[in-house]
């Protein structure tokens, strides 16, 4: 008696099973796999410091951006200008913003400094506290070099 095989002589799926299961197995790894990696390090609450900034409940924020003629101030989203900005604090004021308010100021770094002195004491002018927040540079720009140590 002679054995003969029923299978088709190119049987395609049974070579496309082992790599379904390989792709299987890679799938699983890399599902599973940040949950075996051990977490290193200690948490650490550090002490308050005088040094550190407060958090603010409800900060009032002005950016500053560079323009020609006149610079381009941002309050909270809006667009606006000196005169609607000096408006807008008004009103806050007389709608009895809190005395604890907080002006937060971010200049970048092409606005020039005349501009940021005069919206700082427009702001101080009002009875806002003010805190400058930081400065945004572009990346290369001189404040992200390190410093040279000769």
Do not use: C
Not at 63 to 87: C, K, M, N, Q, Y
């Amino acid at each position: 008696m002679k054995l003969e095989m029923t299978l088709p002589e190119r049987p395609g799926f049974l070579h496309a099973v082992p790599l379904l299961n390989i792709f299987a197995m890679v799938q699983l790894f890399f599902l599973l796999g940040p949950s075996l990696v051990w977490q290193s390090g200690v948490a650490v609450d550090l002490p308050p410091s005088r040094f550190q900034m407060e958090r603010f409940e409800t900060p009032l924020v002005v950016t500053l951006g560079p323009g020609e003629p006149t610079p381009r101030i941002h309050f909270a989203r809006d667009s606006v200008t000196l005169v609607e900005l000096s408006e807008r604090l008004d009103k806050l004021r007389e709608n009895g913003a809190q005395t604890k308010s907080i002006v937060l100021l971010q200049t970048d770094i092409g606005t020039s400094v005349g501009v940021e002195r005069q919206v700082t004491e427009m702001i101080l002018a009002k009875g806002f506290r003010l805190a400058l927040v930081g400065i945004n540079t572009p990346p290369g720009s001189y404040r992200h070099q390190k410093p040279i140590i000769e």
